[in-house]
């Protein structure tokens, strides 16, 4: 096992607490997918994958009909993906990914967080080369009509960079610019998509005392505590 599986597990320690702050975070990738693509699943790939995101997230059909409509009305504000950039105390990088229907209050937002815990917001490109932008799969291990060695070789020619299984099935780590080729030959070979997602995976973390750690963490959770925050990542070793 790697450096994604490892950088999951120490995520798996610390999800998003409410459910529904992760009902918010769904319904605006909703609304971006439907603005970009239409409502209509078959023919919008990315719409597919919110919608089995909702699924994985146990969000209920209705709401997620809801959702839909209620995107497809022109009257309905589109949000705006923004990536932030900066430091946690002690030089710990930070990426914050948003989504945001008025990017004043969020930078506002965002740079009060940095400031009030002694923080540093930075300029586009100060940290993100830290970082590496991957996509990940998670699918139906039932569904794989092979031995995950087998897999692995398939998976090769798509620079899949790891393949593992875990007690919610099988996943698969990729650059992200792989992400519409793989979920095309997923979808071609009939394997269950379970749920995706985008992650930055610290190239370098850095290890903290229990004191300094506390005071990264306060940073943290300011920021996760925002409405309009979707993830955070840093570089601090869990």
């Known amino acids: 096992m790697g450096r994604a599986f490892e950088f999951r597990k120490a995520r798996k320690m ?12 769904i319904g605006k990738d909703i609304v971006m997918a439907v603005k970009e693509g239409g409502p ?11 919608i089995q995101n909702a699924k994985a997230a146990n969000m209920p059909k209705d709401n997620i009909a809801r959702a839909i409509k209620k995107a497809s009305d022109k009257n309905t504000e589109n949000y705006k993906e ?3 950039e900066g430091y946690a105390p002690h030089g710990i990088a930070v990426l914050v990914e948003t989504a945001t229907n008025n990017n004043n209050r969020t930078v506002a937002n965002v740079r009060a967080a940095f400031n009030k815990c002694n923080g540093n917001l930075g300029t586009s490109g100060s940290v993100a080369f830290m970082f590496d932008h991957t996509v990940n799969f998670r699918i139906n291990e039932s569904s794989l009509g092979m031995d995950l ?42 394997l269950e998509i379970l749920s ?10 850095s290890a903290l005392s229990d004191e300094q750690k506390e005071e990264v963490e306060k940073l ?4 996760e505590e ?13």
């Not at 999800?15 to 975070?25: G, L, N, P, Q, Y």
């Not at 699943?41 to 919110?50: A, C, T």
């Not at 007690?167 to 793989?182: C, K, M, R, S, V």
């Open 220 to 223: 943290l959770d300011k920021l």
């Open 14 to 25: 610390k999800r998003w607490s409410a459910m529904a702050k992760t009902f918010t975070r």
């Open 40 to 50: 209509n699943p078959e023919s919008n790939s990315r719409l597919r994958v919110v």
């Open 226 to 238: 925002d409405d309009d925050v979707n993830q955070v990542y840093h570089s601090m070793e869990i």
């Open 196 to 205: 995706s997602e985008f992650e930055r995976i610290p190239t370098t973390t």
């Open 149 to 190: 060695e087998e897999f692995e070789l398939e998976m090769i020619e798509f620079d899949v960079e790891e393949v593992f299984k875990d007690e919610d099935g099988i996943l698969i780590y990729a650059p992200f610019e792989q992400f519409g080729a793989i979920q095309k030959y997923l979808e071609e070979n009939n």
């Open 82 to 84: 923004v990536l932030f």
